[in-house]
């Protein structure tokens, strides 16, 4: 069974960075596209970015293009997210997702797997 865990969050000054980790196990994840999510107080979930687990076809939304990256560790399992120059709209609830296959997806309707999420708040 796939299980996603998401582990970084934190409090952070706008402007400041943090790095979020989703430890992936259960599968061999190497045809599998991979995706961060997040989910502010009151609004729908929101795709962040998304990477083919082999390292290529990465995509992000233009609210966090230039200042997020995707990225993977294959050796540990790992997915991360490094977010700098963060800003208040950026405080939300992380996911991780994972989904069979190598398509674009960027709907969170498309991914089969959720980890529990992690709290990012920005204060300005």
């Known amino acids: 069974q796939v299980q996603l865990v998401e582990s970084g969050g934190g409090l952070v000054q706008a402007g400041g960075s943090l790095r979020l980790s989703c430890a992936a196990s259960g599968r061999t994840f190497s045809n599998y596209r991979m995706g961060w999510f997040r989910q502010a107080p009151g609004k729908e979930r929101e795709f962040v970015a998304t990477?083919?687990?082999?390292?290529?076809?990465?995509y992000y939304a233009d609210s966090v293009k230039g200042r997020f990256t995707i990225s993977r560790d294959s050796a540990k399992a790992t997915m991360y997210l490094q977010m700098n120059s963060l800003k208040p709209e950026d405080t939300a609830v992380y996911y991780c997702?994972?989904?069979?296959?190598?398509?674009?997806?960027?709907?969170?309707?498309?991914?089969?797997?959720w980890g529990q999420g992690t709290q990012v708040t920005v204060s300005s």
């Open positions: 990477m083919h687990w082999n390292g290529g076809s990465t």
């Open positions: 997702a994972a989904r069979a296959g190598s398509w674009y997806a960027i709907r969170s309707n498309e991914y089969d797997y």
